[in-house]
Protein backbone atom coordinates (compact mmCIF):
# COMPACT_ATOMS: atom_id res chain seq x y z
CA UNK A 1 0.00 0.00 0.00
CA UNK A 2 1.13 3.80 -0.71
CA UNK A 3 0.00 7.19 0.16
CA UNK A 4 -1.60 9.25 -2.53
CA UNK A 5 -1.17 12.60 -2.75
CA UNK A 6 -4.26 14.81 -2.17
CA UNK A 7 -5.33 17.61 -4.67
CA UNK A 8 -5.85 20.43 -3.43
CA UNK A 9 -8.70 22.68 -4.32
CA UNK A 10 -8.74 24.32 -6.50
CA UNK A 11 -8.05 22.34 -9.07
CA UNK A 12 -10.34 21.09 -12.46
CA UNK A 13 -9.80 17.44 -11.61
CA UNK A 14 -12.17 18.66 -8.03
CA UNK A 15 -15.14 19.67 -10.37
CA UNK A 16 -14.91 17.01 -12.84
CA UNK A 17 -18.21 14.25 -13.05
CA UNK A 18 -16.30 11.08 -12.48
CA UNK A 19 -16.66 7.71 -14.88
CA UNK A 20 -18.35 4.83 -13.54
CA UNK A 21 -16.31 2.10 -12.61
CA UNK A 22 -16.48 -0.95 -15.22
CA UNK A 23 -14.74 -4.07 -13.29
CA UNK A 24 -13.62 -4.70 -9.93
CA UNK A 25 -9.99 -5.16 -11.22
CA UNK A 26 -6.31 -5.64 -9.21
CA UNK A 27 -5.87 -2.12 -9.85
CA UNK A 28 -8.56 -0.27 -8.60
CA UNK A 29 -8.33 -2.94 -5.62
CA UNK A 30 -4.89 -1.49 -4.79
CA UNK A 31 -6.50 2.04 -5.53
CA UNK A 32 -8.82 1.47 -2.85
CA UNK A 33 -6.36 -0.13 -0.27
CA UNK A 34 -4.08 3.32 -1.15
CA UNK A 35 -7.27 5.67 -0.52
CA UNK A 36 -7.68 4.24 3.10
CA UNK A 37 -4.18 4.29 4.25
CA UNK A 38 -4.57 8.10 2.68
CA UNK A 39 -7.59 8.98 5.05
CA UNK A 40 -6.21 7.51 7.86
CA UNK A 41 -3.03 9.01 7.54
CA UNK A 42 -4.45 12.14 6.92
CA UNK A 43 -6.77 11.91 8.88
CA UNK A 44 -9.99 12.06 7.34
CA UNK A 45 -13.24 9.88 7.43
CA UNK A 46 -14.00 10.01 3.56
CA UNK A 47 -11.81 10.33 0.28
CA UNK A 48 -13.41 10.09 -3.19
CA UNK A 49 -11.21 8.90 -6.01
CA UNK A 50 -11.14 12.24 -7.68
CA UNK A 51 -8.94 13.48 -5.06
CA UNK A 52 -6.31 11.72 -5.66
CA UNK A 53 -6.47 12.66 -9.05
CA UNK A 54 -8.28 9.32 -10.71
CA UNK A 55 -11.67 10.10 -12.28
CA UNK A 56 -13.24 7.05 -11.34
CA UNK A 57 -16.72 6.53 -8.86
CA UNK A 58 -14.90 5.06 -6.21
CA UNK A 59 -15.13 6.21 -2.48
CA UNK A 60 -13.76 5.15 0.97
CA UNK A 61 -14.99 6.33 4.49
CA UNK A 62 -14.76 4.78 7.78
CA UNK A 63 -16.88 7.21 10.40
CA UNK A 64 -16.88 5.47 13.60
CA UNK A 65 -16.02 7.89 16.40
CA UNK A 66 -16.22 6.18 19.37
CA UNK A 67 -13.13 5.69 21.74
CA UNK A 68 -12.01 2.09 21.33
CA UNK A 69 -14.81 0.75 18.62
CA UNK A 70 -13.11 -0.77 16.02
CA UNK A 71 -12.49 0.82 12.74
CA UNK A 72 -15.76 -0.07 9.80
CA UNK A 73 -13.28 0.58 6.62
CA UNK A 74 -15.77 0.88 3.85
CA UNK A 75 -15.14 1.11 -0.05
CA UNK A 76 -17.79 2.01 -2.82
CA UNK A 77 -18.04 1.19 -6.13
CA UNK A 78 -20.37 3.16 -8.36
CA UNK A 79 -22.44 4.19 -5.06
CA UNK A 80 -26.04 5.95 -6.02
CA UNK A 81 -28.64 7.37 -3.08
CA UNK A 82 -32.22 5.66 -3.99
CA UNK A 83 -33.97 7.70 -1.42
CA UNK A 84 -33.25 10.49 0.94
CA UNK A 85 -35.77 11.79 4.10
CA UNK A 86 -37.42 14.68 4.19
CA UNK A 87 -35.65 15.67 7.64
CA UNK A 88 -32.69 17.65 7.18
CA UNK A 89 -29.33 17.79 9.48
CA UNK A 90 -26.65 20.13 9.41
CA UNK A 91 -22.99 19.83 10.01
CA UNK A 92 -20.20 21.33 10.24
CA UNK A 93 -18.15 19.88 7.23
CA UNK A 94 -14.31 20.15 6.23
CA UNK A 95 -12.43 18.31 3.42
CA UNK A 96 -9.11 16.89 2.99
CA UNK A 97 -8.53 18.99 -0.06
CA UNK A 98 -9.66 22.08 1.87
CA UNK A 99 -7.67 21.68 4.77
CA UNK A 100 -8.63 23.34 7.64
CA UNK A 101 -11.80 24.96 6.52
CA UNK A 102 -15.16 24.26 7.86
CA UNK A 103 -18.47 25.22 6.93
CA UNK A 104 -22.21 23.79 7.87
CA UNK A 105 -23.50 22.48 5.21
CA UNK A 106 -27.78 20.81 4.98
CA UNK A 107 -28.72 18.10 4.03
CA UNK A 108 -30.74 14.70 4.42
CA UNK A 109 -30.80 13.34 7.77
CA UNK A 110 -30.82 9.82 5.71
CA UNK A 111 -30.07 8.37 3.00
CA UNK A 112 -30.52 4.87 1.30
CA UNK A 113 -27.78 4.33 -0.65
CA UNK A 114 -26.61 1.00 -2.95
CA UNK A 115 -23.47 0.46 -4.78
CA UNK A 116 -20.90 -2.52 -5.72
CA UNK A 117 -18.61 -3.48 -3.14
CA UNK A 118 -14.77 -5.03 -3.58
CA UNK A 119 -16.39 -8.67 -4.45
CA UNK A 120 -18.42 -7.60 -6.84
CA UNK A 121 -21.30 -7.51 -5.29
CA UNK A 122 -23.99 -5.21 -5.17
CA UNK A 123 -24.80 -3.93 -1.67
CA UNK A 124 -27.53 -1.77 -0.09
CA UNK A 125 -27.97 0.22 3.31
CA UNK A 126 -29.52 3.23 5.31
CA UNK A 127 -27.23 5.87 6.81
CA UNK A 128 -28.36 8.20 9.42
CA UNK A 129 -26.06 11.04 11.40
CA UNK A 130 -22.38 11.26 10.59
CA UNK A 131 -21.95 8.56 7.89
CA UNK A 132 -25.08 9.78 6.01
CA UNK A 133 -23.71 13.21 6.36
CA UNK A 134 -19.96 12.15 4.88
CA UNK A 135 -21.51 9.36 1.77
CA UNK A 136 -23.55 12.91 0.22
CA UNK A 137 -20.23 14.16 0.70
CA UNK A 138 -18.67 11.92 -1.36
CA UNK A 139 -20.89 11.39 -3.42
CA UNK A 140 -20.68 15.08 -4.61
CA UNK A 141 -16.95 14.82 -5.14
CA UNK A 142 -17.42 11.97 -8.18
CA UNK A 143 -20.11 14.80 -9.50
CA UNK A 144 -17.38 17.17 -9.12
CA UNK A 145 -18.99 19.11 -5.82
CA UNK A 146 -17.67 20.30 -3.27
CA UNK A 147 -18.58 21.38 0.08
CA UNK A 148 -17.80 24.85 -0.32
CA UNK A 149 -20.11 25.38 -3.07
CA UNK A 150 -23.30 25.02 -0.61
CA UNK A 151 -21.62 28.09 1.13
CA UNK A 152 -22.28 31.70 0.29
CA UNK A 153 -20.64 32.77 -2.48
CA UNK A 154 -18.17 35.66 -0.61
CA UNK A 155 -17.51 32.78 1.65
CA UNK A 156 -16.47 29.94 -0.77
CA UNK A 157 -14.35 33.08 -2.22
CA UNK A 158 -12.57 33.67 0.46
CA UNK A 159 -11.74 30.44 1.27
CA UNK A 160 -10.87 29.51 -2.43
CA UNK A 161 -8.31 32.43 -1.93
CA UNK A 162 -6.71 31.23 1.50
CA UNK A 163 -6.42 27.73 -0.57
CA UNK A 164 -4.79 29.13 -3.64
CA UNK A 165 -2.24 31.00 -1.13
CA UNK A 166 -2.08 27.60 0.62
CA UNK A 167 -0.85 25.97 -2.98
CA UNK A 168 1.62 28.88 -3.89
CA UNK A 169 3.16 28.31 -0.25
CA UNK A 170 3.75 24.59 -0.54
CA UNK A 171 4.56 25.08 -4.26
CA UNK A 172 8.04 27.34 -2.92
CA UNK A 173 8.77 24.98 0.22
NI1 LIG B 1 -14.21 16.21 0.71
Redesign the pocket.
Known sequence: MALRDILIHPDPRLKKVADPVADVSTELRRLADDMLETMYDAPGI?L?AP?VGIPSRLLVMDCVKEEGAPPRPMVLINPEITWSSEALNTYEEG????PEQYGDVERPAEVQVTWTDLDGERQEEQFSGLWATCVQ??ID?LNGK??IDYLKPLRRQMITRKMMKLKRERARA
Open positions: GAQCLSIHEHLF
